[in-house]
C-alpha cells in the first residue's frame, strides 16, 4: 500500500501555493452553480481543472557546468538581440544580450533563476498590458527586475532577469528579497496569467538557443557566460 501511495504522488504534479486561493473558488462555483445547473457544473469544472494545471509546480533537473545560463521560465524563446537593459536595474548603460521567453497560458508560470548569485536589488516597475511577445512589453509593460550577483571564473557579473506582465496577467508574485542567495533553479516567483521573462547577459555570452525553440524552466540551457564553442554539460 506505502509502495502505490508513493506512485501516486511522484505522479501527480505539485500544485504551487498560489493557485490555492482560485481552485476552491473554483469549486465552490462549481458545486453552487451546478446545483441550479448541470451545464454549469461541467463548465465550472473544467475552468477549476485549467486552474489546477496552470498552477502545477513539477521539479526539475537542473544541468550542472561552470557559466551555464538556465532558462527562467517555460515558454518559447521569441526574442534574442542586444540591446540597453532597463535603467532601473542600473545594469549597464551599454547594449546586453537579451533572451526572452514568452509564456502563453498553458505554460508553467513558476519562474526560477538562471544563474548562482545573491539578488543584489529588486526593482518593480508599473506599466502597460501590452501583447508580451513585442519587443516594446520590455519597456512599457508592468515589470518586476531582479540583479542577480554572480562570479564566473573569478570575475564578478551581473545579471538581469526580468518578469514582464502581459495582455492577461494582471499580478507579477515575487518569492525572494534583496539579500538571498539563490542556488541555479530555485524558484523566485510567478505571474499570472500569460506573459515574459527577459534574462540579460553580458555580450560576450554565447547563445546557445535559437528563435521559436522551445524552454523548459530550470532545464534548458540559454547560454554559456565563457562564450567560445559550444560544450558539453552534465546534468545533476
Not at 5 to 21: D, M, S
Not at 138 to 161: A, C, F, Q, W
Request: aromatic share 10%.
Amino acid at each position: 500500500m506505502t509502495d502505490l501511495f508513493e506512485t501516486i504522488r511522484r505522479t501527480l504534479v505539485p500544485i504551487h501555493k498560489e493557485g490555492y486561493p482560485f481552485i476552491l473558488i473554483g469549486i465552490v462555483l462549481t458545486v453552487l452553480l451546478g446545483y441550479f445547473a448541470q451545464a454549469f457544473f461541467w463548465i465550472f469544472l473544467i475552468l477549476t481543472l485549467w486552474v489546477c494545471y496552470f498552477f502545477r509546480d513539477p521539479e526539475r533537473v537542473v544541468p550542472s557546468g561552470e557559466g551555464l545560463v538556465i532558462a527562467p521560465a517555460d515558454g518559447r524563446v521569441n526574442l534574442i538581440s542586444t540591446v540597453v537593459p532597463p535603467p532601473e536595474l542600473d545594469l549597464s548603460h551599454e547594449p546586453m544580450l537579451r533572451i526572452s521567453v514568452f509564456m502563453n497560458v498553458f505554460d508553467c508560470h513558476v519562474n526560477r533563476v538562471p544563474v548562482t548569485g545573491r539578488i543584489g536589488q529588486i526593482h518593480y516597475t508599473p506599466g502597460l498590458f501590452l501583447n508580451a511577445e513585442l519587443d516594446k512589453a520590455s519597456d512599457d509593460n508592468e515589470r518586476n527586475g531582479l540583479v542577480i550577483e554572480t562570479i564566473h571564473k573569478g570575475v564578478p557579473l551581473r545579471v538581469g532577469v526580468v518578469q514582464i506582465a502581459g495582455l492577461v496577467a494582471r499580478r507579477i508574485v515575487g518569492f525572494v528579497s534583496a539579500g538571498d542567495t539563490l542556488q541555479t533553479g530555485e524558484r523566485f516567483g510567478l505571474i499570472r496569467f500569460g506573459s515574459r521573462v527577459d534574462v540579460y547577459l553580458p555580450t560576450t555570452a554565447r547563445v546557445l538557443v535559437g528563435l521559436g525553440q522551445k524552454s523548459v524552466a530550470g532545464e534548458t540551457v540559454l547560454a554559456d557566460l565563457g562564450g567560445g564553442p559550444e560544450r558539453a554539460f552534465r546534468r545533476i
